[in-house]
């Protein structure tokens, strides 16, 4: 299996990725006896984040591959992560691998295939994610039910109080009810393939909201109850963007 090749900063943007002061981490090719000509290893920097909006929150990343972005931030903010990417065991095998390579205990993964049933029939992750996902344009149908699912039969689990609090691109705090999808993209796709993913997730029922940068907050519309200050220069908490 080739390893993927990751950068949170196709999620977070806005954080300068040239600061010297960054984690590393090895992310490996799945197998525990790896064959010489499969075999790859790679070093991972990742740039500083702020992680606030993380902070006692449930996450659950969608099409997790190789592990990359929750090894990360399990290992740099001790975030409550699950894994997840389509019902194939050598996925699995490769996330429990690269967990053990940094010394980490292996996250919680869930086997699913966008579309059909999910395993957990009480969803209660407060913040979804994903990165690069549109890729696959046959599958936003089935993406779509997947996030519909996740959004609108979601069940709060621990009582962290308040709003989920973002900062956008241009300096607004937007202020969220959870379960909110934060899900970026940077790989290219064909022109016009991301509103099919958007206009069906809004012919669902679900709010779409466009951060800059093509990052992209999407929540139950029942739920959505943005709240947009502007920032007056000063730190604020949230994820920036």
Known sequence: MDTAVFSPADLFHGVDDSDDDRDEMQICSDGEKPVALEYQERVHDFPDMNRSILDGRRVLELG??????????????????????????????????????????????????????????TPNWDIVIASDILLYVKQYDNLVKTVSFLL??????????????????????????????????????????????????EKTGLQVQH???????????????????????????????
């Open 152 to 201: 609108n039969e979601y069940k709060q689990k621990d009582h962290k109080s308040g709003c989920i609090t973002i900062t956008d691109k241009s300096g607004t705090q937007i202020s969220a009810k959870p379960p909110v999808f934060l899900m970026s993209w940077r790989r290219r796709i064909g022109k016009g393939h991301q509103s099919l993913f958007f206009d069906g997730c």
């Open 64 to 121: 997790s591959g190789t592990g990359a972005l929750a090894i990360f931030l399990r290992k740099a903010f001790e975030v409550n992560i699950t894994t997840s990417d389509y019902d194939d065991g050598e996925i699995e095998k490769n996330i429990s691998y690269n967990c053990r390579a940094n010394a980490l205990d292996v996250l919680p993964h869930i086997r699913h295939t966008w579309g059909d049933p999910f395993p957990v029939c």
């Open 211 to 241: 951060l800059g940068d093509l990052v992209y907050l999407i929540s139950n519309k029942q739920e959505a109850d943005f709240v947009e200050t502007k920032s007056d220069g000063g730190s604020s908490e949230g994820m920036i963007f």
